[in-house]
């Protein structure tokens, strides 16, 4: 065995000896170039030539430096692992020049490991229940355990589900820290746990310290987000806990006992295996300065494993983004001109693989495949003292008379003018759950071109701010992004510049109508986003978010979530394709500039508080809609969008095979679109092309394929204490800074003169509790204020994103009353006096319209509207103006019809019409989420010696209240207005 074995070394350094002496020749043909060789096998002692190699980079390092800068040099580093003993840094007197670069590059792309680990030569005994154990090396420290080169996972609970990559943390449980858990600890000191934030932006994670003495969990940390709110209740996890070490490939080490505990797969031969531990947080450092960096430099077909995870060390907040971030990676450049990493492997690295920190210029990450990170895959990050006015929070204000007034940059200690390029890059977030693919912040003209990115727990490519633009996105194939999070895109950006305001319709705006340069100060130069692919499943494909601007956006292929620009100036978009949706304005400008033409839409656009008609100046126009809907580019002609725009069939080529380019006689044409190539997405390099994924690419929306859509409900607008509500869609909670699933009210416009505004309420304020219960919806909002009654009430707003409290003593309320017979009602009795003349439009069936002010109740439909009617009005004209206390109604449960759902409104003039517009909204009654009763009695109530307004005339607007025949209205009995102030108690 001892002859085989040396025969078999001895063939293989022969191997690589030809191989290094062919490199040889070939670079002995270069004038004035030195080559140095390494090998697992050589000798730092050894001269570092062909035949005797050095065996560690740090001595090739060393002997570089006698020719570095004079004469090309190239470390040729032979295959093997190499365990880096300390982070190999290099620093000014290793650098290269133009003329004579440094090279340092693996025989064999992907043949040779910089490890920042240790191998172990364990000895395994069977423990119990499939666990095994063995004896580790005193003060060992282990962050992560590798077996065969594949990170396995500590011990945690829940378990781990491959299952369900969508899942927090692919598996999350809200006991998972709790006191009963933590009941069956022994000792958690040293375990973790990790919690996405309230509203699903990123996570948190936290150090446990150990126990209370009440048996609650002590623990420290949550820095790792800059939109503090705390945990999320439910999507928590807990690693390293000793007793949830119950699922195969999961471990725990015991450093007081010096043990590490293993339960392997059931295929994995301990005896055989490769034991791997980490030990180092940067692998590689360049280290320099603005005025003395590290220059032309190359690392080359490298495979960097083994770094340590930095999730507690992620404490730096960036510039009001919703990110804080560690300054740091496997590669870490600082300093630097002209380094490049290229060819070259990342493999599982616990944070981030490549960080760009400060002052670097043309950096180059070339034909990388990075994977598994445990936080972001390459960072541009510059200095916070290179901005103007930097603000960290999110809430924090400049005071904009005061602003420096100076475009651009303080000083130059930022990343510029770099590149990535022909990158395969996914897995990204695999322990951090705020990460991107490329993460660009504080940097200029930063390109990110011919990249895959994919399997993102948050961002393909982020861009936290308008610092300072320039920036290229091109040819790019991003997918399968926000996977574990919420609100964000495959594409997303942030521009909360020095001009911009947490109260920025406001203060912001303001400042930018007297001076239009303001949004350009930072965000000096135009980013570019052009002929790539996205796909964004839990948010949308591309989002330009708070106040970003001066953005290109061209030539992209959109297949899920569409386009979304929030507040900014100058963005323009043109010749894109939204598969399956379309565009999404939320919160705008006045007078932004935004242009939004030549695009192919296939849904009508959805804004948040948008359009509007304090949001002009601005073209949205000639695009196309794909729908059958004629209509769809007709919906906000009011505000000038879409005049020119036309609804019909593109004719794309072959969308089920993912081609959207448009036949000859496509009539994209007439509204100026352009033909874009839809084979040039992603990564080049044929060895990564050929293990790179692709997005799935959806059918077309069915009802493309209906020759007559249906008519759209007409909207049942709402009112609280005569502000308007608006229930928001899940994409529409972006603009409250808010998640779907904690969700609330908006309130969309309160009047001057409605008893919102005199409680201080805003349009604009999102509500989400009331005496400290929350409600996420307009329905929980209805059911929960009949039982508050006519007390003060302590209100939970979301205004500009941030929550505050408002206090109420005196508010108009609801009352309902519910009984099982007519002559039950003891709070709303029935009236006794005929108090106007009533009419309906439209007209009503069943019985006659006078039955509803005679005073009785009966079990019948009462003067119903018809099933599918949306727009039924009862009028009462009360014949002179009165101050009026109350407003009731009482109906019947014929056939499930005794919900009300219905608006009331107001007016004083001698004939207002039936236009609501000319009547005042007074408040919504909806006791659909109360239990049904055969009578239902329900009313709306001035607060004591207050009344609801002097009116002449009161309108019921009522909607459906079931589902059946299109959808049925309320079986009203009668109706009733009161003019005294009531002293009724609830």
Not at 68 to 97: I, N
Not at 700 to 729: C, I, R, V
């Amino acid at each position: 065995m001892k002859n085989t074995h040396s025969l078999g070394t001895h063939l293989r350094w022969s191997v690589f000896y030809f191989a290094l002496m062919l490199l040889s020749v070939l670079a002995s043909k270069r004038l004035h170039a030195a080559d140095l060789y390494v090998a697992v096998t050589g000798n730092d002692a050894n001269p570092g030539t062909v035949t005797a190699p050095l065996q560690s980079l740090a001595a090739a390092r060393k002997a570089a430096r006698a020719f570095a800068g004079k004469e090309a040099v190239t470390v040729f580093v032979a295959d093997g692992v190499y365990y880096l003993p300390e982070t190999l840094v290099f620093t000014p007197e290793d650098s290269g020049s133009k003329e004579h670069p440094v090279t340092y590059r693996a025989v064999n792309e992907g043949g040779v490991v910089l490890s920042g680990g240790s191998k172990l030569d364990l000895q395994w005994q069977a423990y119990r229940d499939g666990i095994y154990q063995a004896s580790t090396p005193a003060g060992l420290v282990i962050d992560q355990l590798f077996i065969n080169g594949t990170s396995q996972r500590m011990a945690r609970y829940p378990n781990y589900d491959a299952a369900n990559p969508t899942a927090p943390y692919q598996g999350y449980a809200a006991d998972a820290c709790s006191k009963q858990r933590a009941a069956t600890w022994v000792e958690p000191t040293g375990g973790y746990i990790h919690a996405m934030h309230r509203a699903n932006w990123g996570g948190y994670h936290y150090l446990i310290t150990g126990k209370k003495a009440d048996g609650e969990v002590a623990y420290e940390g949550g820095w790792q987000n800059n939109r503090q709110s705390g945990m999320h209740d439910e999507f928590r996890m807990v690693e390293n806990i000793f007793e949830e070490l119950d699922a195969p490939g999961e471990w725990f080490h015991s450093a007081k006992t010096n043990t590490l505990y293993y339960q392997p797969a059931a295929d994995t031969d301990l005896s055989a295996a490769t034991v791997e531990v980490v030990r180092l947080h940067h692998l590689i450092e360049f280290q320099g300065t603005l005025d003395s960096p590290v220059r032309f430099i190359t690392l080359s077909r490298f495979v960097f494993r083994h770094a340590a995870r930095t999730f507690m060390e992620t404490k730096e907040p960036l510039l009001r983004s919703d990110w804080a971030i560690y300054r740091g990676g496997a590669v870490m450049l600082t300093g630097t001109e002209n380094v490049s990493i290229v060819d070259s492997e990342f493999d599982q690295v616990g944070g981030n693989a490549i960080f760009v920190n400060n002052y670097n210029r043309r950096t180059l990450v070339k034909g990388c495949h990075i994977h598994d990170v445990g936080a972001s895959g390459v960072c541009f990050v510059g200095d916070p003292n290179s901005v103007r006015n930097p603000l960290f929070e999110y809430g924090q204000k400049n005071e904009l008379a005061s602003i420096d007034r100076t475009p651009g940059p303080k000083t130059e200690n930022y990343p510029a003018n770099s590149i990535v390029a022909d990158c395969l890059i996914h897995g990204i977030g695999r322990v951090e759950r705020q990460p991107a693919g490329v993460l660009i912040e504080m940097a200029m003209e930063i390109t990110v071109r011919d990249c895959s990115v994919y399997d993102c727990a948050r961002a393909g490519v982020n861009i936290g701010d308008g610092c300072w633009g320039g920036h290229l996105i091109e040819r790019c194939d991003v997918f399968d992004t926000v996977l574990e999070t919420h609100d964000h895109g495959s594409f997303n950006s942030w521009g909360r510049d020095r001009y911009w305001r947490s109260d920025h319709l406001e203060a912001s705006q303001k400042a930018v109508d007297a001076e239009p340069t303001l949004p350009f100060l930072d965000a000096m130069k135009t980013t570019v986003i052009r002929n790539s692919r996205w796909r964004c499943d839990h948010g949308w494909d591309i989002d330009l978010d708070d106040g970003s601007s001066n953005y290109d956006i061209y030539n992209n292929l959109l297949l899920h979530g569409g386009l979304k620009f929030r507040e900014g100036f100058r963005r323009r978009a043109w010749n894109n394709i939204t598969v399956n949706n379309g565009f999404h304005p939320h919160v705008w400008f006045n007078n932004s500039k935004d242009e939004v033409f030549s695009n192919i839409f296939m849904a009508s656009h959805s804004g948040a508080r948008m359009p509007s008609d304090i949001a002009k100046g601005k073209r949205v126009d000639g695009n196309l809609f794909f729908s059958p809907n004629a209509g769809i580019k007709d919906q906000f002609l009011q505000f000038g969008w879409d005049v020119n725009s036309i609804a019909a069939d593109p004719m794309f080529v072959d969308p089920a095979n993912g081609d959207f380019r448009v036949k000859e006689s496509s009539p994209a044409f007439e509204i100026g679109f352009k033909n874009f190539p839809m084979d040039q997405f992603g990564v080049k390099k044929p060895t990564l092309k050929v293990i790179a994924k692709s997005p799935v690419v959806s059918p077309l929306h069915e009802e493309l394929q209906h020759s007559q859509p249906a008519k759209p409900p007409t909207p049942f607008d709402m009112f609280w204490l005569g502000a308007k509500l608006k229930q928001p869609n899940g994409d529409e909670y972006s603009a409250f800074g808010v998640s779907p699933q904690v969700g609330g009210v908006a309130l969309e416009y309160v009047a001057k003169s409605s008893e919102a505004a005199e409680y201080g309420l805003k349009s604009g304020d999102l509500i989400q509790g009331v005496n400290g219960k929350p409600f996420s919806n307009t329905s929980q909002l209805f059911a929960e204020m009949p039982t508050v009654g006519s007390a003060p009430i302590k209100l939970r707003v979301v205004r500009n994103q941030q929550m505050m409290e408002l206090s109420i003593q005196q508010h108009s309320f609801v009352v309902i009353e519910t009984v099982s017979t007519a002559t039950d009602f003891k709070i709303l009795p029935i009236p006794t006096n005929k108090n106007g003349t009533l009419t309906a439009k439209p007209n009503t069936n069943n019985d006659p319209l006078e039955t509803l002010l005679d005073g009785k109740l009966s079990k019948g439909f009462g003067p119903v509207f018809s099933n599918g009617a949306q727009d039924g009005i009862y009028r009462l004209d009360l014949g002179e103006s009165k101050s009026i206390a109350s407003i009731t109604s009482w109906s019947f449960n014929q056939g499930g019809r005794g919900p009300q759902r219905v608006t009331l409104f107001g007016s004083d003039a001698v004939n207002p019409g039936w236009n609501l517009a000319d009547f005042k909204p007074l408040g919504t009654i909806d006791t659909t989420g109360s239990p049904s009763a055969e009578f239902t009695a329900a009313s709306l109530q001035a607060a004591t010696g207050k009344s609801l307004g002097t009116f002449r005339w009161i309108l019921w607007k009522v909607s459906p209240v079931t589902s059946i025949g299109g959808g049925e209205n309320t079986a009203f009995q009668e109706l009733s207005v009161e003019f005294e102030i009531s002293t009724i108690n609830n």
